[in-house]
Nanobody, 119 residues
Framework: QVQLVESGGGLVQPGGSLRLSCEAS????????MAWFRQAPGKQRELVAT???????NYIDSVKGRFTISRDNAKNTVYLQMNTLKPEDTAVYFC?????????????WGQGTQVTVSS
């Protein structure tokens, strides 16, 4: 069993910044990829950014140039640096770790952290 614990959410004004952290209970190097998702009220959960074991990254168009996903293998932690935040970034942000092996795909999730962008 893997535990993912997010932190760093909060209330921020438009244009502000936050850094989310996701600490895993075991080495993140063992995962195929890690990612951040978000879910706004009344909307489906959406993928925001991914990072592979080798450090390759992908982002949805709406956050490109504003958000940066990174990983620290020594700390078993993945980060999401969010700059120039907009009200539409308001959501619960979830950390995800994907494990692939023996023909199976297993997804692990954190409990989520609230990000609210409002003046």
């Amino acid at each position: 069993q893997v535990q993912l614990v997010e932190s760093g959410g909060g209330l921020v004004q438009p244009g502000g910044s936050l850094r989310l952290s996701c600490e895993a209970s075991r080495s993140i190097f063992s995962f195929y990829a890690m990612a951040w998702f978000r879910q706004a009220p009344g909307k489906q959960r959406e993928l925001v950014a991914t990072i592979g074991t080798g450090g390759s990254t992908n982002y949805i168009d709406s956050v490109k140039g504003r958000f940066t996903i990174s990983r620290d293998n020594a700390k078993n932690t993945v980060y999401l640096q969010m700059n120039t935040l907009k009200p539409e970034d308001t959501a619960v942000y979830f950390c995800n770790a994907r494990e692939i092996g023996a023909g199976q795909v297993v997804d692990y999730w954190g409990q989520g952290t609230q990000v609210t962008v409002s003046s």
